[in-house]
């Protein structure tokens, strides 16, 4: 298997931009498309767990969106042609707490999709012992 195909990588970097904007700016529409239509779907949020496609995008409906954040740390690896992770860890403007994304994209007949979303808040970030980038 080839991890992080230039080609591939592109793709997810400009879908995780477009995500991430979408987001903030609380496009309901936007961010449903790139989920995968499908029970199996889920997403863990702060306070909230969705279990498939239409609690997902039933949570986003009634939603009244993100604060403003700012990324601090990103990784997205691809995996061969059609799978790939995105983590982020991030600061909302409105809280001292650090804020953590991951995703996990597959690559369907229809296109690229997230299947598992978990968002997370933690306090005061752990140490790190050893730190890399790939990004």
Same mark, same amino acid.
């Given at each position: =298997? &080839?991890?992080?195909?230039? !080609?591939?990588?592109?793709? $997810?970097? @400009?879908?995780? /931009?477009?995500?991430?904007?979408?987001?903030?700016? %609380?496009?309901?529409?936007? =961010? %449903?498309?790139?989920?995968?239509?499908?029970?199996?779907?889920?997403?863990? *949020?702060?306070?909230? +767990? &969705?279990?498939?496609?239409?609690?997902?995008?039933?949570? @986003?409906?009634?939603?009244? *969106? +993100?604060?403003?954040?700012? #990324?601090?740390?990103?990784? #997205?690896?691809?995996? *061969?042609?059609?799978?790939?992770?995105?983590?982020? !860890?991030?600061?909302?403007? %409105?809280?001292? $707490?650090?804020?953590? &994304? /991951? &995703?996990?994209? +597959?690559? =369907?007949?229809? *296109?690229?999709?997230?299947?598992?979303?978990? +968002? /997370?808040?933690?306090?005061?970030?752990?140490?790190?012992?050893?730190?890399? %980038?790939?990004?």
């Amino acid at each position: =298997m &080839q991890i992080d195909l230039a !080609e591939v990588r592109a793709e $997810l970097e @400009r879908l995780f /931009s477009e995500y991430e904007a979408d987001l903030l700016a %609380n496009r309901v529409a936007a =961010m %449903n498309r790139v989920f995968w239509r499908d029970p199996r779907a889920l997403r863990f *949020g702060i306070a909230e +767990v &969705q279990h498939g496609y239409d609690e997902i995008a039933a949570w @986003r409906a009634a939603a009244l *969106g +993100v604060p403003p954040r700012a #990324i601090v740390h990103k990784v #997205i690896t691809t995996y *061969g042609h059609d799978f790939a992770t995105t983590h982020i !860890e991030f600061r909302s403007r %409105n809280s001292d $707490l650090l804020g953590r &994304q /991951s &995703q996990t994209w +597959v690559r =369907m007949p229809e *296109g690229w999709r997230i299947v598992s979303a978990h +968002v /997370s808040l933690i306090g005061k970030p752990p140490e790190r012992l050893h730190r890399t %980038n790939p990004a």
